[in-house]
């Protein structure tokens, strides 16, 4: 869905108005396990394929990760979880993308963090910064 309505000034531009810099975020696509796909898929096609293909921007800061969903209706501020909330981060390498994942409180939380694409264009050179200074975490 907000493949087509955003472009990478408009995203860059939401970044610095809300943090004052552009080098500590990604834009990735909501990443579930496959079990929780498979489960989403029988219950319903049409919630699988919206679930499945959210996409969001995510800030790193010393006070942890912020998560704005791209292509919602209402105008949504960036939500904050916080370093001391999150358990188990890491980094997965796949095919052609990253994959990030922690526990947030308990649930399992996933991004998928793809360099191609005309939104994606900084995620690469971001997420080689962000890897090399541990995500920014101040512990």
Known sequence: MSF????????RSQ???AFGDTDNYLVA????????????LFINTLYYATDS???????FSPKGIYEKELGTPLKSDFVL?????????GLKPWWMHKVIRFLHLGKKVGYEVQFSGRINKDNRTNLEKLAANDWRRNF
Request: proline share 3%; glycine share 0%; aromatic share 18%.
């Open 29 to 40: 696509v909501k990443h579930n396990s496959w079990q929780s796909d498979i489960v989403k």
């Open 81 to 89: 979880m916080p370093w001391h909330e999150i358990e188990e981060f």
């Open 53 to 59: 293909s959210r996409q969001f921007i995510i800030y």
């Open 4 to 11: 087509f309505a955003y472009d990478m000034e408009e995203i």
């Open 15 to 17: 970044v610095r108005a």
